[in-house]
């Protein structure tokens, strides 16, 4: 049972953390108002008969907000066989986890659309920066999510230089004219977004060789219809408040050289890089915690590596660019994904990538120091564990999952790399790096959890690297991968009427220095509270 839901399975207690039967909805969990009080007794017991009478009446006549029976279908958790046919149970993940946005007023929540204002003319939109689209083309089909960093580089077409260099080229059409919402709102009223919106500040502007230029620089058309000062580059710090509102925005920009209007159309590439800090300066990422149990698709998977029974180096799964100073790619819950790596060798280079125990781009990847395998070094996964649920807790062990990786175990089974001089070619080396994760929902079918089950990392090695060009000095390219593949569980349905909770709760200490079983306590609990309530009428 994930952190934060509540058990409804007859004979566990409702944090019992195997329960299969279990809701997680906001009223459920705060179903029970009453709180557990403990007697403040000495060994001897309460000190005074008064102060017993009052805690059994405070408890005995706290009641629960709800106490109708549970009737619903549950989720039966069985024990799964691995592996799963992929064939067979792979299933279009769209259609089985649904992300919906929060479109009411206020804070915003991790994930929402982020709410930009264009101050002339006036029109609030969501899709004021673009994302990397299809083919590697800037687009503005998509917002920016609030809380999900991002850095890319996309390509715009520009047919006629006068008119990007007023729009998607213009410093101040996405700087001074543009202001970021500070809160979430579905108001239609403009003067009213106008008053709630923060303005762009520009932190430094430099020229494509990082030259600074002044803080007023700002994009033009010079005389011979040159656009001069284009956006080449943009990195956006969005501060945020603890509550969730936006404090600040802050940019740093890059120019690129000059775009002649003589050439007639052509593109050109630009650079974002947004990410969310908080007011003291750390990444919102990094502090956020999940309050939810279950995964969205899109929601970032949490991982670390386990010592002493305690996650350390938490962080979210991800893989390594081939290039060492290129940030971590992010897997997304739901999204599967391939991501290429590109590298030029000629014949001689790829022989001694081949062949050499030694090449910089090589690791060992097992336990065994003496194992003479080695893969490409941003094929391994350093992390150990992840997430079961969206919210797992660092400090509880339980709550997360071994990551299966069959080439750390002793008896690991690999190919030699071989190169075979006649062929110029390389057989044996690993060239795809590839991610199994395996997911189900459990709980309720009125509100069901995702959570996963299995994740598998695979290191394969069934293509050969081969040199085709006639001379041996050509550098050629060589593409390897990393692939995440997601496959969708079915698991049985069970219906279930649940018997209601008692409907009156007693300290645990009240039979001091007795106790009860938990099979006994609820009976008693009922017993002893209604004796209590009858007691009291006859009283009056």
């Not at 009213?192 to 033009?220: C, F, H, P, W």
């Not at 994904?337 to 125990?357: D, G, M």
């Amino acid at each position: 049972m994930p952190y934060g839901c509540r058990c409804v399975e007859k004979g566990r207690q409702e944090n019992d953390k195997l329960c299969e039967k279990f809701l997680c909805g906001e009223e459920d969990i705060e179903s029970n108002t009453c709180q557990n009080r403990e007697l403040h007794s000495t060994h001897e017991g309460p000190n005074r008969l008064d102060d017993l009478f009052g805690h059994l009446m405070d408890d005995a006549l706290c009641l629960r907000s709800n106490n109708s029976a549970v009737k619903d279908s549950f989720y039966s958790q069985a024990d799964y066989d691995f592996p799963i046919t992929v064939d067979s149970r792979t299933m279009d993940v769209r259609s089985e986890i649904v992300h919906d946005i929060n479109e009411e007023d206020g804070n915003y929540q991790y994930r929402d659309n982020l709410q930009f204002l264009y101050s002339n003319p006036i029109r609030s939109v969501y899709n004021a920066f673009p994302k990397n689209g299809m083919n590697g083309f800037c687009s503005h089909s998509f917002g920016i999510e609030f809380g999900v960093d991002s850095d890319f580089s996309c390509v715009r077409n520009v047919n006629v230089v006068a008119d990007e260099c007023e729009r998607s080229l213009s410093i101040q059409h996405l700087i001074d004219n543009l202001n970021v919402m500070r809160r979430k709102t579905s108001s239609s009223s403009l003067p009213v977004l106008s008053s709630q919106a923060v303005s762009i500040e520009a932190s430094s502007i430099k020229d494509s060789a990082g030259n600074e230029l002044a803080l007023s620089t700002r994009t033009n058309l010079n005389e011979a219809g040159d656009c001069v000062n284009a956006l080449g580059g943009l990195s956006v710090d969005i501060i945020i408040e603890k509550s969730g509102a936006v404090s600040q925005v802050v940019v740093d920009i890059t120019t690129m050289e000059n775009i002649s209007s003589s050439n007639g159309p052509t593109s050109v590439q630009q650079n974002y890089e947004i990410e969310f800090k908080t007011v003291d300066g750390k990444r919102y990422v990094d502090t956020f915690h999940h309050t939810e149990p279950g995964y969205q698709l899109g929601d970032t998977i949490p991982s670390g590596v386990i010592m002493d029974r305690r996650i350390t180096s938490k962080s979210n799964l991800s893989s390594k660019y081939c290039f060492q100073e290129a940030k971590p790619f992010e897997f997304r819950f739901g999204e599967s994904t391939v991501i290429s790596c590109t590298l030029e060798f000629s014949s001689n280079e790829l022989q001694n990538f081949c062949s050499s125990s030694d090449n910089h781009l090589l690791v060992n990847p097992t336990a065994s120091e003496s194992s003479e395998l080695r893969v490409p070094f941003w094929t391994v996964q350093e992390d150990e564990v992840v997430g079961i649920f969206a919210n797992a807790d660092i400090s509880d062990p339980d709550q997360w999952l071994e990551i299966s990786k069959g080439y750390r175990n002793p008896g690991y089974a690999y190919k030699s790399r071989l190169w075979n001089p006649s062929q110029l070619s390389c057989n044996g080396m690993v060239t795809s790096s590839t991610y199994y994760i395996y997911y189900t929902k459990v709980g309720s079918i009125s509100s069901p959890v995702t959570k996963i089950l299995k994740v598998e990392h695979k290191l394969e090695d069934d293509v050969a690297l081969t040199h085709h060009s006639i001379d041996p000095d050509t550098k050629q390219k060589f593409i390897l991968q990393t692939k995440v593949s997601w496959i969708y569980v079915e698991s049985t349905k069970d219906f279930s009427t649940l018997p209601p909770p008692d409907l009156f709760s007693l300290p645990d200490d009240v039979f001091y220095p007795f106790s009860f079983s938990a099979g006994t306590k609820s009976s008693a609990n009922f017993i002893i509270s209604s004796t209590v309530i009858l007691l009291t009428l006859l009283a009056l």
